[in-house]
């Protein structure tokens, strides 16, 4: 047998381990069942309704932003090193640069045209990024929350998958899909809910926790891979991030092993109420913020994609009506696209409402 033949015969032999293995540890998982992952608080997936496709096919709201949104290059905040040990670049929709106690964490990257499995049709971008990937700082962990298509972009990943070292956080299964898009094996952990693990390197560590959502990138696949929210976890400072989810039974129980939390970013967009099981959108998301404490607000998941029936901005609009009304204690931080952020620094984060910079309305 020539050498080639063999390298060949040895890298499908460890790639057959590799997926015995990783299905071995879905099976173990107690909400894998006859080969799906399920929600335990819910046991159904998005209902698709008539009335509900209707509303696609003939929308009454202006879902696309009437002008283009205000953005700020990132490459200026990020040159000088984080006052306070926390800071942010929301980079659009679910992607963020998070800083946390000296760990660069990259979250859903996307940075595809489309959120679509097709360059010819799908959701398309209202702006463009505020930063090539090839601009980014170094960095240490990059998370894959789930692999819907507004998450996990696979060109994305490929260029990452070359251009940076940083290990690959994602849920049970979603490796498969990294490794298929050029990541190193040894480069992906994957997590169940309540596992947590370490990024290299670094003083900080990543748990799994559960979310309410379902997954899948065709219609053969679906909840066949785990979806997840997170918690980021240094010796100073911890952040939540909801990656998708409808409402979660267990965010008392988040805030009670992983809490307090010095930042919280919610998907608060993509919301209707034939969903209403598995998108949080703004309202649910006021509820979901004081379930796990309260504190500093970033909402995410919205401003990039159209992929719903609401109005561009009418989930920040919520936010910042119910928090105007007092009946939320909800220190919202709401920055531009890019727009770098202290989130403990009161001098950068403005938690005054009167001072909020309501940058939405001048797109309107």
Known sequence: MSRASLERETTAALSHERAYARRARMERAPHFIEGRFVNPAVLSSPRVEFGVLREFFAPRVSRRPPAALPMISPLDGWRDPPRTGLRTAWLGHSTVL?????ARILTDPVWADRASPTRLAGPKRFHEPPVAIASLPPLDAILVSHDHY????AAAVRLLATTSQARFFTALGVGARLEGFGVPHDRITELDWWEEAPIPGTDVAIAATPAQ?????GPFDRNTTLWASYVFRGPRHRVFFSGDTGPEPTLPLIRKRFGPFDLILLEVGAFHPAWGDIHLGPWQAMEAHRALGGGPFLPVHWSTFDLALHTWDEPIVVLEEGARDGKF???LVAPRIGEVRDVLDPDDIRRSLARLDAWWREVR
């Open 329 to 331: 204690d909800l220190p």
């Open 98 to 102: 998070l800083e946390i106690d000296g």
């Open 213 to 217: 959502h379902f997954s899948g990138r």
């Open 150 to 153: 507004d998450h996990l972009d």
